[in-house]
Structure formats: C-alpha cells, structure tokens
C-alpha cells in the first residue's frame, strides 16, 4: 500500500486552530523554530493559546500579537540576547501565565504524554521554589522504598509544529543540523502534527545529505507536511543558514514601544512568506 501524500499549506494547517488550544513548538531558544508558522497564527484569529515550548521568539512573536493566555516553558531566550523582550515585557505587565519549569522537567513532560502514561517520577524540582510556583505538582513516595519524589503529569498538546531540514511528501523528515532538539517528543505528545521543512526531496533522496540517524521524524508522527523556504528565519536553521544577529536585533528592538511593534508587523508579519522571502534577500 502506498503511503499517503501528507502535503499542505501553512494556512490549512493554522485553520484548524481552536482558541484556548494548547500548542507545542519544536526548536530551542533562537534555533530552528518554525517561525513562518508563527507569522501566521500571529495574523490568524485564534487567541488564549497555552504555548508549550523551549521558547524563543515563537512565545514572545505570540504574546506581542496578543494570542497567548499562558506560557508553558523552560525557558524563553534568543540566545544572544539572554530574554526575549517581548515575553518579558508581557511577564512584567501580567499580560500572560506562567507556568515555569527547570528543562529537565518540561522534557519529562513531554515524555510523559509521548508515553501516555499519567505522570514520569523525577528527583528535579524537590527543594527548589519550582514546587511553590507550580502548586499544581504532586509528589508521590516510591512503591520499592521510602523515597518520595515529583510526579510530572503529562504536557499533552493538542497541536504541535516544527521545522526541519529536508521531508518528504509522506510526512518523513531529516535534521541535518546539530542536534534534533526534542521535535520528536513535541510531535508525539500531540493530537495534530505538522511539520514545515526547508525543502522536500524524493523519499529515496533523504540519505544523500545526511545519514539514517537524521531521519528521526517519520510518517506516523506527522498529519501534515508544508515546503517553505526559509521557514525558521529569523532563527537559525544549520546547515542551511546560521543565526542570523541583524534579524534578532531588529526583532528585539521592536520591543521598544508599540509604535516599533507596529512598524515590525507591518514589514515583517502581516507578509505572505514570499513578501518574507524578498525582505530577507533583499
């Protein structure tokens, strides 16, 4: 039987977003986000999303666009820049709920509703103020002894969107740089999986650029597969573009007051990805 044709678009896939949704991001800090998703939800009605994340200028794009009622993170840095402005800025004025955790935790997390099972035991957290600002978290006392530890519940997500190197139509998908950050575990904790991809190739192509151990993201895991050409710009996507500082710069410096904000949406976010494109190369 052949495998079905997973192709998309960027705007179906944002279409079937639901407000008060809870939605996972892939990549981490200011590295391979999938940013011209972000654009579009950022000019999509939807609004009092739950974003779960690793979180760069995905969560603060979303909380200057005024679509986010809690943040679910481990942190939200562009790296460079230690915070994102944007999210602070909406932390600072209560704009947005927190829900913080260190990233070993927000990884078990995630392997907790990739597992499905109801909560992962972990040592982290225990003696730290995690556990009093996050009142919700339990522990439980080991049942092979007396040690008592935290028991994280699962971060089930009902969407979830990442950007790789190269995919194909079947929904298969290749990280080509560094590392694969933790996409896999964003796409299995999801009810709804897409993946946006820099360029698609012929399945048999997938292991000219890299070896079997990049193919970590297979069809079973995705719902749907979008092309799009610098499709994590302005975050890095290695090899196929580093980070780039001028971009972040700008974007940060949007922060500044809503007349910046303003300037930077009209430029950069209400843009079909081809207007994108051109500002970039230009």
Same mark, same amino acid.
């Given at each position: 039987? *052949?495998?079905?044709?997973?192709?998309?678009?960027?705007?179906?896939?944002?279409?079937?977003?639901?407000?008060?949704?809870?939605?996972?991001?892939?990549? $981490?800090?200011? +590295?391979?986000?999938?940013?011209?998703?972000?654009?579009?939800?950022?000019?999509?009605?939807?609004?009092?999303?739950?974003?779960?994340?690793?979180?760069?200028?995905?969560?603060?794009?979303?909380?200057? %666009?005024?679509?986010?009622?809690?943040?679910?993170?481990?942190?939200?840095?562009?790296?460079?820049?230690?915070?994102?402005?944007?999210?602070?800025?909406?932390? =600072?004025?209560?704009?947005? =709920?927190?829900?913080?955790?260190?990233?070993?935790?927000?990884?078990?997390?995630? @392997?907790?509703?990739?597992?499905? !099972?109801?909560?992962?035991?972990?040592?982290?957290? @225990?003696?730290?103020?995690?556990?009093?600002?996050?009142?919700?978290?339990?522990?439980?006392?080991?049942?092979?002894?007396?040690? =008592? !530890? !935290? %028991?994280?519940?699962?971060?089930?997500?009902?969407? %979830?969107?990442?950007?790789?190197?190269?995919?194909?139509?079947?929904?298969?998908?290749?990280?080509?740089?560094?590392? @694969?950050?933790?996409?896999?575990?964003?796409?299995?904790?999801?009810?709804?999986?897409?993946?946006?991809?820099? +360029?698609?190739?012929? *399945?048999?192509?997938? @292991?000219?650029?890299?070896?079997?151990?990049?193919?970590?993201?297979?069809? *079973?895991?995705?719902?749907?597969? !979008? =092309?799009?050409?610098?499709?994590?710009?302005?975050?890095?996507?290695?090899?196929?573009?580093?980070?780039?500082?001028?971009?972040?710069?700008?974007?940060?410096?949007?922060?500044?007051?809503?007349?910046? $904000?303003?300037?930077?949406?009209?430029?950069?976010?209400?843009?079909?990805?081809?207007?994108?494109?051109?500002?970039?190369?230009?």
């Amino acid at each position: 039987m *052949t495998a079905p044709d997973l192709r998309t678009t960027i705007d179906e896939a944002v279409a079937e977003l639901r407000d008060g949704m809870t939605i996972g991001f892939g990549g $981490w800090g200011s +590295r391979r986000k999938p940013m011209a998703v972000i654009r579009a939800i950022a000019r999509s009605p939807v609004k009092d999303l739950t974003i779960a994340s690793y979180g760069g200028p995905d969560v603060g794009m979303l909380c200057a %666009a005024g679509k986010v009622k809690r943040v679910v993170f481990g942190f939200v840095t562009l790296d460079s820049i230690p915070l994102d402005p944007h999210f602070r800025a909406a932390r =600072e004025s209560g704009a947005v =709920e927190a829900t913080e955790m260190d990233e070993g935790m927000f990884y078990l997390s995630l @392997l907790a509703a990739s597992w499905r !099972v109801p909560f992962l035991p972990t040592r982290a957290g @225990l003696g730290s103020d995690v556990m009093r600002i996050n009142p919700t978290l339990k522990t439980v006392r080991s049942p092979y002894g007396e040690e =008592e !530890v !935290v %028991a994280l519940p699962p971060l089930r997500l009902d969407a %979830a969107f990442v950007h790789l190197n190269r995919g194909d139509r079947r929904g298969n998908a290749q990280f080509l740089g560094p590392d @694969l950050y933790f996409d896999d575990l964003f796409l299995s904790a999801a009810e709804r999986r897409f993946v946006t991809c820099e +360029r698609l190739v012929e *399945t048999e192509d997938l @292991l000219s650029e890299g070896s079997v151990h990049t193919l970590r993201i297979n069809r *079973t895991m995705v719902d749907g597969i !979008v =092309e799009v050409p610098l499709g994590a710009h302005f975050t890095s996507c290695e090899p196929d573009y580093p980070v780039p500082g001028r971009w972040l710069k700008e974007y940060a410096g949007a922060a500044a007051d809503s007349d910046a $904000w303003s300037a930077y949406r009209k430029r950069f976010v209400d843009v079909s990805d081809e207007d994108y494109r051109a500002v970039v190369d230009s």
